[in-house]
């Protein structure tokens, strides 16, 4: 991955200590201390058709590609959060990796998957997203397949996100927006239907089984769970 960077930036890559094949298939991560926001928005835009996430905090920018178990858990976990959508009647507007920031804030986060439930209706039509005028998303899915900036939940308390889901380590965390901090609870405030443990062995089977049958496996539960059928 290559763009130009300016000589006085202080920058590292970040790579596990393993072999050189092993490290091929790794994410790769880079950071870039006191940058500024015209980087940011160059490095965005240069390379908005790249697959990788890229982070800005107060003059601290990361840049990480993605993995396939990666982007295998959060399409998991997108689908059973619009499983959950449907099958409690729950309006929701995917948002993707949309990007989220505020120059004024000096912060900047592509989450790994979001969605807007309470403002999906004021979201209803739009083809940009600007969170100075526009409502945060309600869930943002966080996935730590490795190591990233730590600033990433700072930046989420910032710009307003509710609900954070956090995938870790095969487990799966809700943190509910309380003031100016996260708690962890017990159940999603969004979709209480099912524990976090619940849905966390649903990823995990999914990563070993068929999708299909996974979501539809998934479904009946909800379903025997809010007592419909």
Same mark, same amino acid.
Request: aromatic content about 8%; glycine content about 6%.
């Given at each position: 991955?290559?763009?130009?960077?300016?000589?006085? #930036?202080?920058?590292?890559? +970040?790579?596990?200590? &393993?072999?050189?094949?092993?490290?091929? !298939? *790794?994410?790769?991560?880079?950071?870039?201390?006191?940058?500024?926001?015209?980087?940011?928005?160059?490095?965005?835009?240069?390379?908005?058709?790249?697959?990788?996430?890229?982070?800005?905090?107060?003059?601290?920018?990361?840049?990480?590609?993605?993995?396939? #178990?990666?982007?295998?858990? +959060?399409?998991?976990? &997108?689908?059973?959060?619009?499983?959950? !959508? *449907?099958?409690?009647?729950?309006?929701?507007?995917?948002?993707?990796?949309?990007?989220?920031?505020?120059?004024?804030?000096?912060?900047?986060?592509?989450?790994?998957?979001?969605?807007?439930?309470?403002?999906?209706?004021?979201?209803?039509?739009?083809?940009? #997203?600007?969170l100075m005028v526009d409502p945060p998303p309600d869930l943002a899915v966080e996935v730590e397949v490795t190591h990233r900036l730590g600033e990433r939940k700072t930046i989420y308390q910032?710009?307003g996100v509710p609900e954070i889901w956090r995938h870790f380590s095969g487990r799966l965390v809700i943190m509910r927006k309380n003031g100016d901090a996260y708690e962890t609870v017990d159940?999603?405030?969004?979709?209480?239907?099912?524990?976090?443990?619940?849905?966390?062995?649903?990823?995990?089977?999914?990563?070993?089984?068929?999708?299909?049958?996974?979501?539809?496996?998934?479904?009946?539960?909800?379903?025997?769970?809010?007592?419909?059928?």
């Amino acid at each position: 991955m290559g763009f130009a960077v300016d000589n006085n #930036l202080m920058v590292s890559s +970040v790579r596990s200590q &393993s072999s050189p094949d092993e490290r091929q !298939a *790794e994410p790769q991560r880079f950071v870039f201390d006191a940058a500024d926001w015209g980087l940011y928005e160059h490095v965005s835009q240069t390379l908005q058709d790249r697959h990788v996430f890229i982070t800005f905090y107060k003059g601290r920018l990361e840049i990480v590609t993605v993995s396939l #178990l990666h982007e295998r858990i +959060v399409g998991l976990i &997108s689908a059973l959060i619009r499983v959950l !959508a *449907e099958e409690t009647d729950t309006s929701l507007c995917g948002a993707g990796m949309a990007t989220l920031r505020r120059e004024d804030m000096g912060e900047g986060v592509q989450a790994d998957a979001c969605f807007y439930i309470a403002n999906e209706a004021r979201m209803r039509g739009k083809k940009e #997203l600007d969170l100075m005028v526009d409502p945060p998303p309600d869930l943002a899915v966080e996935v730590e397949v490795t190591h990233r900036l730590g600033e990433r939940k700072t930046i989420y308390q910032d710009l307003g996100v509710p609900e954070i889901w956090r995938h870790f380590s095969g487990r799966l965390v809700i943190m509910r927006k309380n003031g100016d901090a996260y708690e962890t609870v017990d159940r999603s405030p969004t979709f209480p239907q099912l524990s976090p443990e619940e849905i966390a062995g649903f990823v995990a089977a999914g990563l070993t089984q068929d999708e299909t049958a996974l979501t539809k496996a998934f479904r009946r539960r909800v379903r025997e769970a809010i007592g419909t059928h």
